[in-house]
């Protein structure tokens, strides 16, 4: 009985905030915005079309690192650091097909774009209480 009589004291916003208690902590919430984030771009992403643009110059950087076994020449990449970590996984994989390459390219993208949210847990902890730092949290991965 006493604890129904704590609760008919508290206002409506008090109960709402007792209900869902567990989204005061920051962690809980980043890993409600990784998997939402990342089944986001899991739903959102093409991957039956073949990559363009710079992804593309990424893809035939990557590609020929894992064939040639060395750096290429001829490229004009500005930053060669993912088409190195993408040819590991080229080198890994085992295909006849260019565009199961372009897949995996897509979702290791994804994946390494959902997982940032370690970098985003150390820049917000300071900052936990504050709602303005869960709303940014949710602007980040959506």
Do not use: C
Not at 36 to 49: K, M, N, W
Not at 55 to 69: E, H, K, P, Q, R
Not at 119 to 135: D, R, V
Request: aromatic fraction near 16%; glycine fraction near 4%; hydrophobic fraction near 45%.
């Amino acid at each position: 009985m006493k604890n129904l009589d704590f609760q008919k004291n508290l206002s409506a916003k008090e109960k709402i905030l007792l209900k869902f208690k567990f989204l005061n902590n920051i962690k809980i919430i980043l890993i409600i915005l990784f998997f939402s984030g990342l089944l986001l771009r899991i739903y959102y992403t093409p991957f039956d079309l073949p990559l363009t643009q710079d992804a593309l110059t990424y893809f035939w950087y990557a590609n020929d690192v894992s064939i040639l076994g060395e750096l290429p020449r001829g490229y004009a990449v500005g930053n060669n650091s993912w088409p190195l970590f993408l040819s590991i996984f080229f080198s890994l994989s085992n295909s006849e097909n260019f565009l199961d390459y372009m897949t995996l390219q897509r979702s290791l993208s994804i994946w390494w774009s959902s997982s940032s949210i370690d970098s985003l847990l150390f820049a917000l902890a300071p900052k936990e209480s504050s709602s303005m730092s869960k709303i940014s949290g949710e602007m980040y991965f959506h």
